[in-house]
């Protein structure tokens, strides 16, 4: 059973930034495609925001590229979304992504991350 467990979400003012950390209780996290997404509002559609392959390669959507970066520590089994510059549009519940080798997807429960002064 993959559980994926997100932290690090609140409320940060605009040009702030904000750290989501992502730990997943599987056996070849290594060998996975992790990910991070968000839903803006209820009823929209989840968009991607950011991926990482097992060997370390990135995509980025291009609303937060050179904004965010997407990283991984396959020893704590984790994946992590650094937010820099965040603004009132980046408020959203940010979800992270397993893509294991079978194309299933895992989700997580989701973090909210809000963007105000």
């Known amino acids: 059973q993959v559980q994926l467990v997100e932290s690090g979400g609140g409320l940060v003012q605009p040009g702030g930034s904000l750290r989501l950390s992502c730990a997943a209780s599987v056996s070849a996290f290594s060998d996975v495609r992790m990910g991070w997404y968000r839903r803006q509002a209820p009823g929209k559609q989840r968009e991607l925001v950011a991926t990482i392959a097992s060997g370390g390669s990135t995509t980025y959507a291009d609303y937060v590229r050179d904004r965010f970066t997407i990283s991984r520590d396959n020893v704590k089994k984790s994946v992590y979304l650094q937010m820099n510059s965040l603004n009132p549009k980046d408020t959203a519940v940010y979800y992270c992504?397993?893509?294991?080798?079978?194309?299933?997807?895992?989700w997580g429960q989701g973090t909210q991350v809000t963007v105000s002064s």
């Open positions: 992504n397993l893509y294991d080798q079978l194309a299933f997807n895992y």
